[in-house]
């Protein structure tokens, strides 16, 4: 069979990589001339890797950190510090080298990949089109209905140097009213640092501005960038014809805390079986999709007290590492009612 790639980001490479593994021919257009265009925060949680032709445990350049602890806060408040819900599998990556890596596997084993090419629609023959073209959604316009669920916010990224704001085993959550601060790692003194949520973009780039001086960071060679990031959930129908949508572009993508790599890179196993895998995704997308509808409503006493008495697995399932269950659901209103 023929493909047609639309986005060499870990969805679009993923799917490439394991077109090729069956035998079928390749060809990925890629928009930018360079891989990772788009702004990340480039936290991955490492399990993906185990479908991909790299293993965790190697020292792969791409591999700048591996983190232990999170460090949550609070409108600027530090409230604890939790083991990772990514165990002992959380790693910060330089993304566009990591890409770099699979998109050398995929040429090495015949794939074609084109950049600095916006597909255009009918512009040659395949069996199938997959879109992994991210937020940019490709088809969007080509059924509106099938879209009408698909949300994004904006999220803005910088890098900084700053001494020690945290270990290099650490990430830092700044956890707003209506969305997310961070500041991860990357490499010595320097960090890749965001934020993201229910803001107009004039609006999160003051609240940056703040953390910025809050935090004592500055700002590393003006690399702010802006994009948007999945929250509606995984679309509920992800084919027309021959088209096939995955990746961010499906909506898969944790709401609560806009991960998205390691969903994407799942999301392009469905066309190869893998039913299964996908069910417990799209259900846990979802269902985080919804939660995040109901925590933002409420007043911001309250959402400061869930994240400094919830436990640690409670707190896993509010970052979307697992299924809500009814006993955390219980466990919640326990604590918002006392
Ligand atoms: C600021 C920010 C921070 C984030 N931080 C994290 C994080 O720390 N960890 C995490 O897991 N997730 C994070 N995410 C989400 C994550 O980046 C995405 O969910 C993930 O990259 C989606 O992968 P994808 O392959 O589906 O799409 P993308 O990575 O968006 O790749 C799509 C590719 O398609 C190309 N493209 C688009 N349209 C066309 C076209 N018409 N023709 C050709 N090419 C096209 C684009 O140039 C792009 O390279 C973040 C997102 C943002 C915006």
Not at 172 to 195: A, E, H, M, V
Request: one cysteine or more; proline letters at 2%; hydrophobic letters at 45%.
């Amino acid at each position: 069979m023929k493909f047609l790639i639309i986005g060499a980001g870990p969805a679009g490479l993923t799917f490439a990589y394991h077109a090729l593994e069956r035998g079928h021919d390749v060809k990925v257009y890629e928009g930018r001339n360079v891989f990772a265009f788009k702004p990340c925060g480039e936290a991955l949680h490492g399990e993906a890797l185990e479908v991909l032709p790299f293993d965790i445990h190697e020292n792969h350049k791409w591999i700048l950190t591996r983190f232990k602890q999170v460090n949550i806060y609070f409108e600027g408040v530090y409230l604890r510090t939790i083991s990772s819900p990514f165990k002992d599998k959380g790693i910060i990556i330089n993304k566009a080298a990591f890409l770099q890596d699979l998109a050398d596997v995929v040429i090495k084993k015949g794939g074609k990949i084109e950049m600095g090419k916006f597909f255009k629609f009918k512009e040659e023959n395949a069996d199938y089109i997959i879109d992994s073209s991210g937020y940019l959604t490709a088809f969007r316009n080509l059924d509106r209905e099938m879209y009408s669920s698909y949300r994004v916010i904006p999220v803005l990224r910088d890098y900084a140097v700053a001494n020690g704001v945290i270990e290099n085993d650490q990430l830092l959550f700044d956890l707003l009213d209506r969305g997310y601060f961070w500041i991860f790692p990357y490499g010595k003194d320097t960090y890749n640092i965001g934020i993201g949520g229910f803001y107009s973009g004039i609006e999160l780039k003051k609240i940056l501005d703040k953390k910025i001086e809050a935090f004592g960071l500055r700002i590393f060679k003006e690399k702010r960038q802006g994009a948007s990031v999945s929250i509606g959930g995984v679309l509920k129908k992800r084919a027309i014809g021959n088209i096939r949508i995955i990746g961010e572009a499906a909506g898969f993508v944790m709401p609560t805390t806009g991960e998205g790599i390691r969903f994407s890179i799942y999301s392009a196993l469905e066309f190869f079986g893998h039913a299964g895998l996908i069910k417990k995704i799209e259900r846990r997308i979802n269902l985080n999709a919804k939660l995040l509808a109901r925590l933002i409503n409420l007043n911001t006493k309250k959402k400061a007290k869930l994240l400094s008495k919830a436990d640690e697995s409670l707190m896993a399932a509010f970052l979307g590492e697992r299924d809500f269950s009814f006993k955390d659901f219980f466990s919640a209103i326990t604590l918002l009612q006392y």
